[in-house]
């Protein structure tokens, strides 16, 4: 059974930063295209950032130069380096199998909160 759960969410204030994870269990991340989503309240689901399998990164113009995305396959994990956070990253980060998808196998989610 494919699981994904992501933990690493919290408040801070902008400028911070916070590290995203993602472990998965079903199913080898390394071997998968992986994708994290966003959606802030009264919106819509919004791609952040996806790895495939041969390593090569995109990231939405939103997020490029302050997040970075990475695999972790010791520990079969997908994680979310956010940096110079500001006010409009506020959303539930979820991570999701496939390339720049915005559903499908995807976690429940953690909340990231930037305000001061």
């Known amino acids: 059974e494919v699981q994904l759960v992501e933990s690493g969410g919290g408040m801070v204030q902008p400028g911070g930063s916070l590290r995203l994870s993602c472990a998965a269990s079903?199913?080898?991340?390394?071997?998968?295209?992986m994708t994290w989503v966003r959606q802030a309240p009264g919106k819509g689901p919004e791609w952040v950032s996806s790895?495939?399998?041969?390593?090569?990164?995109d990231y939405a113009d939103s997020v490029k130069g302050r997040f970075t995305i990475s695999r972790d396959n010791a520990k079969n994990t997908l994680n979310l380096q956010m940096n110079s956070l500001k006010p409009e990253d506020t959303a539930l980060y979820y991570c999701?199998?496939?390339?720049?998808?915005?559903?499908?196998?995807r976690g429940q989610g953690t909340q990231v909160t930037v305000s001061s």
């Open positions: 790895i495939s399998i041969g390593e090569t990164r």
């Open positions: 999701v199998l496939g390339w720049r998808v915005l559903g499908g196998y």
């Open positions: 079903g199913f080898t991340i390394s071997a998968n295209h």
